[in-house]
């Protein structure tokens, strides 16, 4: 089998930023229309008002102080509290394609290699902003790649997932390079009307050149040593938007097609499911969390890092071996644990080993193991 190394990283930031003070007070100045709207039920007895927002709410409960998005305006007018993004025509390059050119730009460039080198390309997102024809197919026709390429969905983890299906291809030598691509929109699937998860989500989009080591000329490169996948069934995070939501004449706006969660819930079962997942994937590479350099975890939560990363290394996580991009972007799906990596991969060595960790919706977890080797 042929080794298998990561030599290129890119990441789209949107230019929009907005911090949990502008957030609640959208939000709050909502909640004040919406009880005065309904005083006299109120006050009878027949709704609860309802609950304000806070920012010590919001970073107590998440660790989130910020969030880059698409469109601000939009999320921050009381009367709309969603992106507004205007409608491109079929012959413009779609707003996932137009992020993920730019964040595949950047990771080619790193990895010294150009786009026609290129001969798999997977878009791994939790929503896709159309059934078909695939982003994926019209990013590899925007950057001039070759081969073939396809969309995935496994939400959260869409990430790992895609990584290794591009090492697998890479290794069996069906292809020899592969870029994996994560466009996440999550502002759009957000409900910032609803106070437990109106601040969880960011955008941002992430991408990863995969080669087989023998073409692979970057000078930072990083051998797949192991992946290893887990889906459990759970309807704990939800989303029902889709193609059947008109002919089962469902409410297209009604609070369950957009993001939903059982929050406490998923904390209980997936954090033990991750740092399983982890520890046995370890275990089978003959190697343990003393071993670790890093942990890029899955950016949701910043209690649920801790937790996890305590599991697996055996005491607290200092900031430098399990770090946190969160705070300024918030939960952005499947490209959280890749800015992680992106971002935090300072000090280290060749010999060093770091793991890619992403669990979300299905639930889906998908651990990457990585050892920074040496380039030729």
């Not at 055996?314 to 946190?324: C, L």
Request: contains cysteine; aromatic residues 6%; hydrophobic residues 45%.
């Amino acid at each position: 089998m042929t080794d298998v190394v990561i030599t290129g990283t890119g990441l789209y930031t949107p230019e929009h930023a907005i911090d949990n003070d502008a957030l609640v007070a959208a939000f709050n100045t909502w909640v004040a229309q919406e009880n005065a709207r309904n005083a006299k039920a109120i006050e009878a007895g027949e709704r609860e008002p309802l609950a304000y927002s806070s920012s010590e709410f919001i970073e107590k409960a998440s660790g989130i102080k910020s969030r880059y998005v698409l469109d601000a305006k939009g999320i921050l007018d009381p009367e709309r509290m969603r992106p507004k993004l205007p409608q491109r025509g079929n012959d413009e390059l779609s707003i996932q394609c137009d992020m993920a050119l730019a964040a595949a730009t950047q990771a080619l460039q790193n990895a010294k290699v150009t786009p026609q080198d290129i001969e798999l390309v997977i878009v791994g997102c939790s929503n896709l902003e159309r059934a078909y024809p695939a982003v994926a197919v019209e990013l590899q026709d925007a950057l001039g790649a070759q081969g073939y390429g396809f969309d995935m969905n496994v939400a959260c983890s869409s990430a790992t997932f895609a990584i290794e299906t591009a090492t697998n291809a890479i290794a069996s030598g069906s292809v020899k390079r592969a870029l994996v691509v994560n466009p996440e929109i999550c502002s759009a699937h957000l409900n910032f009307r609803d106070r437990d998860s109106h601040f969880i989500f960011g955008d941002a989009c992430t991408a990863v050149v995969l080669e087989s080591k023998d073409v692979a000329i970057a000078p930072e490169q990083y051998q797949v040593l192991g992946t290893k996948l887990v889906t459990r069934f759970s309807n704990a995070i939800r989303n029902n938007a889709g193609f059947l939501n008109r002919v089962t004449d469902s409410d297209p706006l009604a609070s369950d097609k957009l993001f939903v969660q059982e929050g406490r819930r998923v904390f209980k079962e997936v954090c033990p499911l991750v740092a399983k997942l982890i520890t046995q994937h370890l275990a089978s590479l003959e190697l343990s969390g003393a071993d670790l350099k890093r942990l890029w975890l899955h950016q949701a939560n910043r209690h649920m890092n801790d937790l996890i990363a305590r599991k697996v290394l055996g005491a607290d996580p200092s900031e430098e071996q399990a770090p946190i991009i969160l705070d300024r972007y918030a939960n952005t799906s499947s490209a959280g644990s890749i800015i992680a990596f992106h971002l935090h991969r300072e000090a280290i060595a060749p010999g060093d080993i770091g793991v890619i960790c992403s669990f979300g919706a299905g639930y889906s977890a998908g651990s990457v193991v990585l050892q920074r080797v040496s380039s030729v």
